[in-house]
């Protein structure tokens, strides 16, 4: 039996970077919890780890995986699942994250999620892989649904079923990307909010935000490209407040990893954040 992992605050959280370190320390506004990536801090030592030791005693810590390949065909990487239990063993995170996607083939490894077909054989392996994870370090794992670019024929399950079906099977929970719904609805042209109609909302452990660049597919169509490189647009908060309204209050991350802004913008985005949270019933 699986230990529970302690809880984030259903509050408003960001993504930590180093360069808003003093910021925080100075002025957090409504953040409550910060969100680290996992293999930026399975080193030993130096500033990067000084820096979360201090701030693990003022904030819930969530850590966010992104390199452990869950849906890959090889066996997870030893050495890395090991660096992994090492950090979650000393940090004690209030929750840990990884993706529903592969990144590794062979020896080689690849900077992006890439999709999964929805079959029973891949069920089977992710599970395996998740219960290897939470196995390792002994507790509870979030997995998070993707955004999609395509979809594979050979599908058999729905996203939203094959999610559920998982957390059946492992007693993983999930996280909700909100962006990523609505990134995958406009590529694969699907309602977002009957996605969430359709989401294991009460398995929900945190929901993440985040920007997304617009372009056009090869026949003049809206593409969608998850780069968390700008604001949160206007229907994906619309969506947040969709889901809230469905799931009552849950920990709500803000993601902004590339072209990363100075702390007073990404602090306002937080606050919109917190603002979506105080209007829900607890």
Same mark, same amino acid.
């Given at each position: 039996m699986l230990d529970a992992a302690p809880f984030l605050p259903a509050a408003a959280g960001v993504g930590y970077k180093p360069q808003h370190f003093a910021d925080i320390l100075a002025d957090a506004g409504p953040v409550k919890w910060l969100e680290?990536?996992?293999?930026?801090?399975?080193?030993?030592? #130096?500033? +990067?780890?000084?820096?979360?030791?201090?701030?693990?005693?003022?904030?819930?810590?969530?850590?966010?995986?992104?390199?452990?390949?869950? #849906?890959?065909? #090889?066996?997870?990487?030893?050495?890395?699942?090991?660096?992994?239990?090492?950090?979650?063993?000393?940090?004690?995170?209030?929750?840990? @994250?990884?993706?529903?996607?592969? @990144?590794?083939?062979? @020896?080689?490894?690849?900077?992006?999620?890439? +999709?999964?077909?929805?079959?029973?054989?891949?069920l089977a392996r992710v599970c395996d892989h998740i219960n290897q994870v939470q196995d390792s370090i002994g507790r509870r794992m979030l997995l998070e649904n993707p955004s999609s670019y395509l979809a594979f024929a050979e599908s058999s399950w729905s996203e939203p079923e094959f999610l559920t079906e998982i957390t059946r099977r492992t007693g993983c929970g999930l996280l909700l990307d909100v962006n990523n719904v609505f990134v995958s609805a406009t590529n694969l042209d699907f309602s977002p909010q009957g996605y969430i109609d359709a989401f294991a909302l009460d398995q929900v452990g945190e929901i993440h935000l985040g920007g997304h660049d617009e372009d056009e597919d090869d026949h003049g169509k809206p593409l969608l490209i998850d780069s968390h490189g700008a604001e949160v647009v206007d229907p994906v908060w619309a969506l947040l407040d969709y889901t809230l309204a469905k799931s009552g209050p849950k920990p709500v991350l803000v993601e902004w990893d590339t072209d990363v802004p100075d702390w007073p913008v990404l602090a306002a985005e937080a606050t919109r954040a917190a603002t979506a949270l105080e209007r829900v019933p607890a």
């Open positions: 680290i990536h996992a293999e930026n801090y399975m080193g030993d030592g #130096g500033r +990067p780890i000084a820096q979360l030791r201090h701030l693990c005693e003022q904030f819930a810590i969530s850590v966010h995986g992104v390199g452990l390949s869950i #849906g890959g065909e #090889g066996p997870l990487d030893a050495d890395h699942l090991a660096r992994l239990k090492h950090l979650v063993g000393w940090l004690n995170p209030a929750s840990f @994250s990884e993706h529903l996607a592969w @990144s590794t083939h062979d @020896s080689h490894f690849y900077n992006d999620l890439l +999709p999964l077909p929805y079959t029973d054989a891949t």
